[in-house]
């Protein structure tokens, strides 16, 4: 009898420990993304990283790399400023600054605590950002959650400064 039990007492561990999927990877959202974004001025870099994935690194032009970017935080309004650096860039729609901001300096945007996105004013609804910190590198990842849309995700790459 007490064989039995033991014998049922093994299975019974082994079939709790074989429910625990300890293989899939969990992407954790560190929860001071704010901060962290908060913290520094963000610079435009090129990556030379080949993506397995659907992503499409974004080409930067040479007007581009000397443009910074800040995001501020506040209880009722988020907002992402646009400094242009010396060489301004002529018309090339598509670009980054003409996505999100639409010819201004600033844009709003709403944060997504639980997801690490971002949304800006002029999005459309199935538009987002993943914003990836990893010390002073930023990655935005352009998402769109439409299954009609034919949108390439692009990766946009950032060094930052730390804000003064």
Same mark, same amino acid.
């Given at each position: ?7 049922? *007492?093994?299975?019974?561990?082994? +079939? ?6 300890? %293989? ?7 929860? @001071? ?7 520094? *001025?963000?610079? &435009? ?21 000397? /443009?910074?970017? &800040?995001?501020? +935080? ?6 992402? /400023?646009? @400094? ?16 999100? +901001? ?6 709003? +945007? ?5 997801? %690490?996105?971002?949304?800006?004013? @002029? ?12 010390g002073d590198k930023l990655v935005l990842a352009?998402?769109? /959650? ?14 930052? *400064?730390?804000?003064?």
């Open positions: 009898m007490i064989k039995k039990y033991f014998c049922g *007492v093994a299975i019974l561990a082994l +079939f709790s420990n074989c429910s625990e999927d300890s %293989g899939t990877p969990i992407l954790e959202i560190p929860k @001071d993304v704010q901060k962290q974004l908060g913290a520094y *001025v963000w610079y &435009h870099i090129t990556a030379d990283i080949k993506d397995e994935n659907e992503y499409a690194n974004y080409k930067l032009l040479d007007c581009e790399m000397d /443009n910074s970017y &800040h995001f501020l +935080f506040q209880e009722n309004l988020n907002q992402l /400023n646009f @400094d242009q650096g010396t060489k301004v860039c002529k018309a090339n729609t598509g670009r980054f600054e003409q996505i999100v +901001f639409k010819k201004k300096n600033s844009s709003n +945007f709403t944060f997504n605590k639980e997801r %690490g996105t971002i949304k800006f004013e @002029d999005q459309d609804q199935y538009s987002s950002y993943l914003a990836v910190v990893n352009s998402q769109n /959650n439409n299954p009609a849309a034919n949108a390439v995700p692009v990766k946009y790459y950032f060094k930052g *400064v730390k804000a003064q």
